[in-house]
């Protein structure tokens, strides 16, 4: 299944998630960095026809995702976006999710993340989502969702995946960015290397696992998906219900706004 988008947002979109292929790995560049690489339905679905694409297409090995400029890897939902959404819109938003990260969750090729530099809310879930994430000493990570009014629905089921309970309610209710060196500590980023070869590292990587025998690496991954499959349903449901009444309730949409207000 894909998302649809009219023409000129299609465009648009072209221009806001670039492609390129380095070899035979693809690398997709988040690319609207006088907005942090945040990200608005049309990029959404640019990104998973990109990646679906990229899953069916013989020749490509490997996908490196990264953002464009030196402040962030993608500083999640584009608030002048959501600003709009009522219940309706919300539930619709949810669903645009669930379908990227089931397309992640089900990619059979690498996918590794080269964080150039901030990766807040639903980009930290991306790239918690992907199998291998590079950074730099300027690499943040975090939910900071709580303070524009969303609630991490989907954000708490993916980080207590990957830090247990504790960490993640400390994390979510706070709103805190971890930085580069505590998340390398966690786990949540494997490799951390200087900003100018951080590029560099996520294709060689890319390019390694790339060469690892197909069937057994896509075998591994279907299989981590299917282990957390009946979690990931349960956490879906649960937010297009949350999501739906937070929105209808339109706390997120006026948190939003005074948020936006505030930057102008």
Request: hydrophobic residues 45%.
């Amino acid at each position: 299944m894909t998302l649809v988008i009219d023409a000129e947002a299609a465009r648009e979109a072209e221009a806001h998630v670039l492609s390129e292929m380095v070899g035979t790995t693809q690398l997709i560049t988040l690319n609207r960095p006088e907005r942090l690489n945040a990200w608005d339905a049309p990029m959404r679905a640019r990104l998973l026809a990109l990646l679906q694409r990229a899953n069916a297409h013989p020749e490509i090995g490997a996908v490196v995702l990264t953002g464009a400029g030196e402040r962030a890897f993608c500083a999640g939902q584009d608030l002048n976006e959501g600003k709009t959404f009522d219940g309706l819109r919300a539930e619709l938003w949810i669903e645009e999710w669930r379908l990227l990260y089931s397309t992640i969750r089900r990619f059979e090729k690498p996918l590794v993340v080269a964080l150039n530099g901030l990766a807040a809310g639903s980009a930290f879930q991306v790239a918690l989502l992907c199998d291998v994430r590079v950074g730099h000493d300027g690499s943040q990570m975090g939910q900071p969702e709580i303070n524009s009014g969303i609630v991490s629905a989907t954000g708490f089921w993916i980080m207590r995946e990957m830090l247990g309970l504790s960490r993640a309610t400390e994390m979510i209710l706070t709103g805190r960015m971890a930085a580069a060196e505590e998340a390398h500590r966690l786990g949540l980023i494997h490799h951390l290397v200087p900003a100018s070869a951080l590029r560099g590292k996520a294709l060689e990587i890319a390019a390694d696992l790339a060469g690892k025998p197909r069937l057994a690496f896509k075998l591994n991954k279907q299989r981590f998906c299917a282990a957390t499959q009946a979690g990931f349903d349960e956490t879906f449901e649960a937010a297009r219900l949350i999501h739906r009444h937070a929105f209808d309730a339109g706390e997120p949409q006026r948190v939003m706004e005074s948020f936006l207000t505030k930057q102008r």
